[in-house]
């Protein structure tokens, strides 16, 4: 298989994978602006429910993950993401004809379904064609062109607000994922041969579920990943109460969201070109210790300040925070992969799914104490950092040390 594909040029195909992966990423937070009038509009019971519009699509997306990738492996990369594609866009159609609550939870959780698809898939497609720190090189390089999204996201959401109810946003959605999904179809050829396809069957899916569980790196650093997304995931669901509720800043938490998002780009940008000269693990082991202390030291600047710091301080804080995760993503998920080549759509459903279900219940759950405050998402970050650290410790014990090559 050669570096790319015949039709796509490199750079074309990071952008196409880039924007395949993001819908994730577009499902979720060009949503946050419209959270409080989605909420009030169907009638949700309690403040905290908005957050479950958020939840509903990781759900999917880690029951999703499970599916496709096995399928991938069976009947090609391009057939599996045509199928989440399909499911994605009827997600929005219910969504955009919701009356209550439920019947928006059901389309946002068909959503998450839906995008697993070209989440997972996407990564065995880049597995199909590289390895090692090739392959972080460009999981970091598409991260780059995927952070686009969160960062615009937001204002896109806002700026449909302006001039329309909340039900125009998942029209765009619908629209932005039928162009994506022609793009594809278009331009991207198969990258799993016929020769190198596997009947689907739940005893194969069992298998590599045990295989990546008994493998330490692949389970470590999928538990390492899980760990560093919870904490995330419990900032993304409670952002839009965080900076309008608490902090006032109305239509300018698109702004604030974006400049944000802005660091994890950054640092992924910086991974792609650090990777290659000092190794992924102690580019990430370094990133890990200082997201902990920073976090543990900030924990105890919040607790003084009653739980409401200044808002040049917090964000500060997240900048530096994100910067850290933005040299995690790429970097736990290639390290993750790397042994399993020999099955890789099946592994990456296994990683994916894993590491989402771990994120979508502690993220969650850190999400609904939210209590006008910010100390319970500082906190989780200080604690599941050091749980982080100390499962990247028992991951890397028996093999190669972290100021190794990697």
């Known amino acids: 298989m050669s570096a790319t594909s015949k039709k796509l040029g490199f750079v074309e195909q990071i952008i196409l994978l880039a924007f395949m992966i993001s819908m994730v990423a577009l499902a979720i937070d060009v949503m946050l602006p419209a959270l409080f009038d989605i909420s009030r509009d169907l009638q949700a019971e309690n403040p905290n429910d908005r957050q479950y519009v958020i939840a509903a699509v990781f759900l999917g997306l880690a029951i999703g993950q499970l599916f496709y990738g096995p399928l991938s492996d ?23 004809f919701a009356q209550n609550f439920t019947i928006m939870l059901a389309g946002r959780l068909l959503q998450g379904l839906g995008v697993a698809s070209p989440r997972i898939v996407s990564l065995a497609l880049i597995r199909d064609q590289y390895q090692g720190r090739e392959m972080a090189r460009f999981v970091s ?3 780059t062109v995927f952070i686009l999204v969160p960062v615009l996201a937001p204002a896109l ?25 022609i793009w594809f179809g278009l331009r991207q050829e198969e990258t799993l041969a016929l020769e190198h396809r596997a009947p689907l069957s739940l005893k194969r899916i069992w298998q590599a579920v045990k295989e990546v569980v008994r493998t330490r790196a692949a389970f470590g650093f999928t538990m390492v990943g899980g760990f560093i997304f919870s904490a995330f995931l419990g900032y993304l669901t409670m952002s839009q109460q965080i900076f309008q509720d608490q ?53 105890v600047y919040t607790y003084l300040w009653n739980g409401q710091p200044p808002l040049w301080a917090l964000v500060s ?41 771990v994120s979508m219940g502690l993220g ?21 950092g050091a749980l982080s650290l100390a499962a990247m410790a028992w991951t890397v014990r028996t093999s190669q040390t972290v100021t190794g090559s990697g």
Request: net charge positive; glycine share 10%.
């Open 247 to 299: 902090y006032g800043v109305g239509d300018m938490f698109a702004v604030y969201f974006g400049v944000l998002a802005l660091a994890l780009g950054t640092a992924s940008f910086v991974n792609a070109r650090l990777v290659m000269r000092f190794g992924m693990r102690k580019l990430s082991y370094h990133a890990l210790v200082a997201l902990t202390v920073l976090s543990m030291l900030f924990m």
């Open 141 to 143: 390089l598409v991260m």
């Open 364 to 384: 969650t759950v850190i999400a609904q104490l939210y209590d006008g405050t910010v100390l319970p998402l500082v906190a989780s970050f200080a604690v599941l």
């Open 317 to 357: 804080f997240f900048m530096v925070i994100f910067f850290c995760i933005g040299i995690l993503f790429g970097n736990f998920n290639a390290m993750a992969m790397e042994p399993l080549g020999h099955i890789a759509g099946v592994a990456a459903a296994v990683i994916g799914s894993i590491t989402t279900f």
């Open 157 to 181: 959401g806002q700026l449909i607000l302006y001039f329309a109810e909340w039900r125009m946003i998942f029209v765009a959605l619908f629209v932005l994922g039928l162009a994506t999904l």
């Open 74 to 96: 069976s009947i090609g990369r391009k057939p599996a993401i045509y199928m989440g594609f399909g499911l994605f866009l009827i997600g929005c159609l219910l969504s955009i």
